[in-house]
């Protein structure tokens, strides 16, 4: 008998998809959504186990072979690197996988991920579509933010946050961790709005989302959170509100939850006598070793695995790499780790050069704050995933997209602009008026 989960996430998604083929944009946000949020995964029934990703997937690239729509893919810089970095995985899967079957399936993964943000590229390239993009990623995975924030108040501290099954975010750390990226999204989405309401609902998600981060008892998920909020106290227009709010929030927050959360966060301090601490530094050590001995490719998707810490680092028994670094590291060599800085340097620039374009545009102040937020989200990704193997979870790889679409939209608006500007007359000497 079919719950009533499964007749709800069935019937929404079936009947998006005849909208899909009118407007591939569609399946794009419904793409998204069923990426991020995994509600099928939260069904009890039939719906658990339909691929509905790629079933939407199929109809979207329908939908956009057969739609009029100029088709491009703007080959900004992060993006070019997104695909030479994505060619470099592939290669690494050929050539130096210690683990094929596991690696190729990895990679499976990792390549339908990126082709469609490649379609999201291509078919995003407007102001409004940004937004809605913005609205469906954030909201995704805020969901479980508000939830696990309901939860922990009203089991006072006592349990803790969990992400949804079957996907990346799934483990309480990794569940902060995508909630801390999230948090300065909701934020923008709070600026976006005039209406009183919507905005109180907006901080409302916002401190339920803190209280989940909190709640998850992820001592990675404290640093995270701590980083991104001094980053986006530094990046807001409104520094002073900000603070207080903060240093409220805080000292409520540390008041209610009980000594067990206090004992667990103090371990921060003496990490050598905390087990879990010293594994990831001995997942560190060991990833080191190993790309030593593997510099150019390393060893391809899985590669922290029992057999290999026995070779390279005996006495640790982390098998997990507890870092986006250090596992782009070991898995897609040090040619692969430096791609993958190249990329997050690259997008730095792309959402800063946004900041920079609409400097002083009252109009195009909506696309200048979500640059300078995602630039918020990335610190506190780049915090969180150092104690995390998060490298090839889709949401970042997401928030470039968005800049890269953020930048296109703005350079085309004032290109637009300077092309409508009258020509100035001037003199040159025998040849009388001419343009310039």
Known sequence: MPSFRDLVVSGVILGLLPVVLRRPEVGILLWTWIGLMNPHKMAWGFARDIPW?????????????????????????????????????????????????????????????????????MMMQSERRIRLLVLVGTLSIAFFGIKGGIYTIAKGGGGMVLGPDGGFISGNTEIALALTTTLPLMYWLRLQTSKVWLRRAATISMFLIAVSILGSYSRGGLLALAAMSLFLIFKSRRKFVLTVGYVAFAALFFSFMPAEWHEKMQTIE??????????????????????????????????????????????????????????????????????????????????????????????L?????????????????????????????????????????????????????????????????????QGR
């Not at 079933?55 to 009029?68: D, F, G, L, P």
């Not at 005996?314 to 870092?323: G, Q, T």
């Not at 990329?343 to 800063?352: G, I, Q, V």
């Open 53 to 121: 990703a790629f079933i939407v997937a199929v109809v979207t690239i329908i939908a956009i072979v057969i739609s009029r729509e100029p088709k491009r893919v703007p080959l900004k810089l992060p993006i070019a690197l997104q695909l030479v970095f994505v060619f470099w995985m592939t290669l690494t899967t050929l050539l130096f996988s210690l683990y094929p079957d596991l690696a190729w399936e990895k990679l499976d993964k990792v390549l339908k991920i990126h082709f469609v943000l490649i379609l999201t590229l």
């Open 365 to 433: 102040l909506w696309a200048r704050d979500l640059a300078a937020m995602i630039q918020v989200s990335f610190v506190g990704f780049w915090v969180g995933g150092s104690f995390l193997g998060l490298a090839y979870w889709d949401y970042p790889y997401l928030l470039v997209t968005i800049v890269v679409l953020t930048l296109v939209v703005v350079q085309r608006q004032l290109h637009g602009e300077k092309a409508k500007q009258p020509q100035q007359a001037v003199v040159v000497p025998g040849y009388g008026l």
């Open 270 to 363: 003496g990490y050598k006598e905390d087990t879990s601490a010293m594994s990831r530094l001995g997942a560190w050590k060991f990833a080191w070793e190993f790309t030593k001995a593997h510099p150019i490719g390393g060893g391809g998707f899985d590669t922290f695995q029992k057999e290999q810490y026995d070779k390279y680092a005996p006495e640790e028994r982390a098998f997990d790499p507890h870092s986006i670094w250090f596992q782009i590291m070991a898995e897609q060599g040090f040619v692969g780790l430096g791609l993958y800085l190249l990329y997050w340097f690259a997008a730095w620039r792309a959402a800063a050069r946004v900041i920079r374009l609409c400097r002083k545009r009252a109009d």
